[in-house]
């Protein structure tokens, strides 16, 4: 299966959730105030959130006004492409995998962090970078355990602390390690909670103080994970994260077990943070990269072929059919 049927498959939940009112919603008609207020409550039922959803229909509004349109299915593009805008990553986005970096992952206990870490290890490891788990959030009870299971699935090394060890101290360790084993990604598993802000941004200021003096060439990033299906709390978390530990990054995971994914939209737009890999599923493999065209065609496109497309199908079919025979 490939990338797109998994991402597909993936926001199965939402597109159920929301497929056929969207193909509704474009049946042939005059553009008119209905419309909008149709696409504003199906927005807005998908999680996109309510301010990402006012940003979103003015953007479509002035694009039909600027394009004359007068039929709603001329429309449908133009919808797609106003929320693609919304959630367009910037070209620096993943300049962090370009060299040696430390990525720092934060996040609740139960989003999904330790997993998400596990199969961003696989990735890199794939692709033939040399990669080490750092296990520095210390404070969850079987947290070292866990991660350990995940480094023996992706097939990567770990460096690892005792219950209730100074995070910082754990990092410390990983980095000497990674540099002398010249790795390319050292992923830190850190930050397990957030009921306390400034011991929070105590932790961390902690660990890039040591990342400064041990690995100051390092590239550096820090993900937030979220619960996709925590919906709007999802934002909450995300927004007072990125107020503690100043986030460069999302990773959206259980994309696959909410029937409301336009969470993914309204993070990015809404707090100016980029998602930058999401989780479609529960295997090694279901994390990835986020593309927001691919995510916002899964989430919205059409499943009713347009009669023209499905001619040019049948002429490769004919065509394939062709080639077998000579």
């Not at 449908?76 to 060299?99: C, N, P, V, W």
């Not at 023996?152 to 990092?171: F, T």
């Not at 927004?239 to 696959?256: P, Q, S, Y």
């Amino acid at each position: 299966m490939g990338l797109f049927d998994k991402l597909k498959n993936g926001l199965a939940k939402t597109r159920d959730n929301i497929a056929k009112s969207f193909d509704n919603v474009f049946t042939p008609c005059e553009i008119d105030d209905d419309f909008y207020d149709e696409i504003e409550e199906l927005l807005i039922m998908s999680d996109v959130g309510v301010n990402t959803t006012g940003v979103i229909l003015d953007e479509f509004k002035e694009k039909v006004k600027s394009e004359h349109l007068k039929t709603t299915d001329e429309s449908r593009k133009f919808l797609m492409d106003s929320i693609k805008e919304q959630m367009t990553l910037d070209e620096t986005a993943y300049d962090f995998e370009k060299g040696k970096a430390v990525i720092l992952v934060i996040g609740v206990n139960g989003v999904g962090k330790t997993t998400s870490i596990g199969k961003l290890a696989a990735i890199y490891k794939k692709e033939g970078k040399k990669v080490m788990m750092a296990a520095a959030d210390t404070f969850r009870a079987a947290a070292g355990e866990q991660l350990s299971e995940w480094a023996n699935r992706a097939g990567v090394d770990i460096v690892r602390g005792s219950e209730g060890q100074d995070p910082a101290s754990v990092v410390f360790d990983a980095l000497r390690s990674a540099k002398a084993k010249n790795t390319d990604m050292l992923i830190c598993d850190t930050a397990g909670r957030l009921h306390n802000k400034k011991n929070l941004m105590e932790e961390l200021k902690k660990i890039h103080r040591i990342i400064d003096k041990e690995y100051p060439e390092a590239l550096r990033e820090t993900l937030v994970v979220i619960d996709g299906t925590t919906g709007q709390n999802g934002l909450i978390q995300a927004r007072e994260f990125h107020e503690a530990a100043d986030a460069t990054g999302i990773i959206m995971t259980k994309l696959d077990g909410t029937a409301k994914g336009g969470i993914a939209i309204a993070v990015q737009s809404e707090l100016n943070i980029p998602v930058k890999f999401i989780g479609v599923g529960e295997g090694l493999d279901d994390l990835q990269r986020f593309d927001p065209d691919a995510f916002v065609e899964a989430l919205f496109a059409s499943d009713n072929k347009d009669p023209e497309d499905e001619a040019a199908d049948d002429m490769t079919l004919d065509a394939e059919d062709e080639d077998v025979n000579t």
